[in-house]
Every structure is written in C-alpha cells, then in structure tokens.
C-alpha cells in the first residue's frame, strides 16, 4: 500500500497527534533496518543456500501472518508455527512482516526447526523451497497475498482469525484479496462461527477452528511467585480482577470505570498492549483501583495471573468482538482460576466461563466466582475444558481435514 495513503488511514483511526508519533517512530525504525535490507540485496544467494539446505527433502511449513515475531502477544500464528515445528522431519519458516517489533536481516532462528523469514526476500528466493519433500502455506494476512506467487507450494491453508475491520488501513483491494483466497486456498480455516458463515459460500473446504491455549505452560506454572512490583500495589484491595491482551477501542473501558467506581476496594490489574489511543480513557479516570502494566513477555504472564483472584475478558460486543475466539480464554482455563467475561458469542459454549451483560451483573457474577474460586468440581471443569482446547489439538485437526480425513 502506498505510505502517504497509509499513514491518511492511520490519521483518520488515531487522530494527528498519534500519526506524528508513530511516523517519527517508523523514520526510526526504518534507519534500523537500514543495515539488514542491505545486507538481503547483497546476499540473496546466501540466503537462498541456506533455506535450499534447511528444506530439502523435508515437510516445509511457510506462516505468513499479519504480525511481529517479536510483538509483546504471542497469539495464533505463533502458537500455531511453533507447534507444525515439533514435528518430525519438519522446517518451519514464520514469515515477519518487520512492521515494529522485528529487525533482522533474511534469517533469523527461533529453534532448529523454525525460523524467521523476511517477507521482502521471499520474492528473490521463494524458489529454494522446490527442494522440499511438500510445501504447505499457513496465510492470515490478505496484504502478502502476492508472496504466493513466489512460493512453490503444494497447499495452501487461508486463516481467517479477525473481522477485517479490525485494521486499519482495510481497503476494498484488501477485502477483494481476502475473498480471493478464500475461494482458492485448499482450506479455509475460521476461528469463530460469525467467520464461518461468511466464508461457506465460497470456500473450498472449511473449517470451524477456535483459538486455543498452551495448557502445558498455564498449568504447570499454577502457584508460580507472583510479580514482586505487585506486592505493596495489591495490598489494599480484597479483589484483584485481571486482564492481559489488547487495550484496544474493543475493550469496555466504561465498565471497568464503572465497576472500579462502585468497588473501591476492588482493583482491576490491567497488562495491556496498547494496540491505539484508547487507553487514555482509563487514564483520565484516574483511579487508584485501576492498575496498568505494559504488555509483558510471554514467560511472565503466569507471574501476573497469580496476583489475579478473577480473570477477566471485559470487551464491548461489536461486529469485531462477535468474531473472536479469545486466545487468552484457553489459557484461563489452563491457569484454573476463576473466568468472567462479557456476552462473546465464542465464549457461552463453555461451561467453565462465567459472562455478564452489565455492570450490576459483572459485579453479583464477581462475588459468586469469589466464593466458588476453590471449589474443585469447578477447577476440574476448567481443566477438562482447557484440555480440549490444546494447539496441539488444533493443528492436528487442520491438518487432518486438509490432507483429506474427517
């Protein structure tokens, strides 16, 4: 997409004042990776050896997301490419949109079976891949949908995770690319029904896919120390309401305004990635009872969930959120503490997750998960369900229904 059309999309979502910034932050960025983007225009050939090398003969995974490696949320596609690499005889390539978190030149190793793959040398030595046994493409992101033509693959797998409007810069070419791959990928795979519904019609093949959890890492990390900076921060509340994730215009700021307002000796522990310029919302509140970190890595999410009494998904219902499978849901469960969220559609099928509609309701429901948080029927449910809801599971399933079983 054209820069000066991109940055009038951005202007016109976060206001002036927030297109200044992340300019002078993408100016920044961009002297970075000055040395990398050289280094890819000098060494093509080398670059092409080494992927020739990794592949051959070799079941080869491309990932082709709309986000970072490196962002502070690890969601589906990392979730997903870090599992197809703990299969045997596998290469796995994750490849980097380098919008603001990466910054490498060609390859970058994440593990001996995965790595990071720049998009802008796909173009130059998408043909290396030729030399694996299969090529199968996991595509999330219609504006990379010209890499393909690049890519000797055998499959291709198209994941619809989000509502388009989602982004942005969404444009009428990237809806007309969106509904193109659709009709020609091998599979298309939905992470929630409102998704499925609309791709039916002309999809190939489709599958029903909601987002999972890494139970293994949740629930072996229960009872883990809580972050020490919580200690003094947490000490006057009686309850601790938690969330981590996107603070995003998706997030019902007014609720937990509303809620922290009437519950004064309750706190909201928010660890958000602050996806636009909402959050000032909860900043100009100013409560002492709302509490913010910055997004955190992965590894240290437990040690915030064991400050939480209740976990929390206080999101707004809107077109976006009717078409969300919440990754975090899943790691709720694994975690085993209490779950509390709005009315999302993709959240009342389970029978471990607690949703509200209001305020008043938010706050009885709170009080009930409070005094049933130790029951063990409960936390058995949660582990049944969080069992069930595994990555493993989940790129088990696409793969059988892609490779033609049921």
């Known amino acids: ?163 388009l409007s989602l982004f942005y810069y969404y444009t009428e070419d990237m809806k007309n690319k969106h509904y193109e791959l659709i009709r020609d990928a091998d599979l298309t795979v939905c992470t929630a029904r409102a998704l499925l519904e609309d791709a039916k019609p002309i999809a190939k093949k489709v599958l029903l896919s909601p987002n999972a959890g890494d139970y293994d890492f949740f629930h072996n990390n229960r009872g883990c120390p809580m972050e020490p900076s919580l200690t003094d921060k947490l000490k006057p509340y009686q309850c601790v309401l938690g969330y981590y994730g996107c603070l995003a215009s998706w997030f019902d700021y007014e609720l937990v305004i509303e809620v922290a307002k009437r519950k004064p000796q309750w706190c909201f522990l928010l660890v958000g990635y602050c996806f636009d310029g909402t959050i000032s919302r909860l900043q100009e509140a100013a409560l002492d009872n709302i509490i913010l970190y910055p997004a955190q890595p992965y590894r240290k999410l437990p040690s915030f969930v064991a400050a939480f009494d209740i976990q929390t998904i206080p999101f707004v219902i809107n077109d976006i959120t009717k078409a969300t499978s919440p990754v975090k849901l899943f790691e709720y469960m694994a975690a085993g503490k209490p779950i509390l969220t709005s009315a999302l559609p993709e959240c009342l099928q389970y029978r471990s997750v607690t949703t509200y509609q209001t305020p008043e309701e938010f706050i009885e429901k709170a009080n009930t998960l409070l005094s049933v948080r130790e029951n063990p029927d409960y936390i058995a449910q949660m582990d049944t369900e969080a069992k069930h809801n595994t990555w493993e599971a989940r790129v088990n399933e696409i793969l059988t229904v892609l490779n033609g079983g049921n």
């Open 1 to 163: 997409m054209n820069l000066i059309k991109k940055a009038m999309l951005f202007c016109k979502k976060e206001g002036i004042k927030n297109t200044l910034v992340r300019t002078s932050e993408k100016i920044g960025e961009a002297i970075l990776r000055t040395p990398g983007i050289l280094k890819e225009k000098l060494a093509a050939d080398h670059f092409y050896r080494q992927i020739e090398e990794k592949v051959s003969g070799k079941q080869v995974y491309i990932v082709i997301p709309c986000i970072d490696w490196n962002i502070p949320l690890y969601q589906r596609p990392h979730q997903i490419a870090t599992v197809l690499s703990a299969r045997p005889d596998t290469q796995v390539f994750f490849v980097s949109d380098e919008y603001r978190y990466d910054n490498f030149a060609g390859l970058s190793p994440v593990n001996p079976q995965l790595d990071l793959l720049s998009w802008r040398i796909v173009p130059k030595i998408g043909s290396a891949f030729s030399k694996a046994r299969q090529v199968t493409v996991f595509m999330s992101w219609p504006r990379h949908a010209d890499l393909l033509e690049h890519i000797p693959y055998s499959k291709l797998v198209y994941e619809y995770i989000d509502d």
